[in-house]
């Protein structure tokens, strides 16, 4: 069945950086919209990026939410078996477990993180943390 197993996260200090990964494996259709989302401690889940490739055309758009643009980077490998999230310029406030989330959705519902994990059921996530 559908899984993504994320991993990657740790402890480091602020202005520091970590790369996050969701494997993704057992999915029985072509995904073609992968989300990173953070949840911290007593705050609502979070959208923090997503990445559509089209089917047509190969091509790919990201989105991100504005409090980690330009220092965060979602990117896939080749095999689509991975996604990844480079967070560089870590802040405290980044502080949060980190989910990712696949699917097949149109562009607009991509861009607008509208992507769920499998079967609606979170994984283990990935804990970050950021001291000052």
């Known amino acids: 069945q559908a899984r993504l197993v994320e991993s990657g996260g740790g402890s480091v200090e602020a202005g520091g950086s970590l790369r996050l990964s969701c494997a993704v494996s057992?999915?029985?259709?072509?995904?073609?919209?992968l989300a990173w989302f953070r949840q911290a401690p007593g705050k609502e889940r979070e959208a923090v990026a997503s990445?559509?490739?089209?089917?047509?055309?190969?091509?790919?758009?990201?989105y991100y939410a504005g409090s980690v643009k330009g220092r965060f980077t979602i990117s896939q490998d080749n095999a689509k078996t991975t996604v990844y999230l480079q967070m560089n310029s870590l802040k405290p406030e980044d502080t949060a477990k980190y989910y990712c989330?696949?699917?097949?959705?149109?562009?607009?519902?991509?861009?607008?993180?509208?992507?769920?994990?499998?079967?609606?059921?979170w994984g283990q996530g990935t804990q970050v943390t950021v001291s000052s």
């Open positions: 990445l559509y490739t089209s089917k047509v055309t190969g091509a790919s758009s990201t």
């Open positions: 989330a696949a699917d097949n959705l149109a562009r607009y519902q991509c861009e607008d993180y509208a992507v769920q994990p499998p079967r609606g059921e």
């Open positions: 057992g999915f029985t259709y072509e995904i073609n919209c």
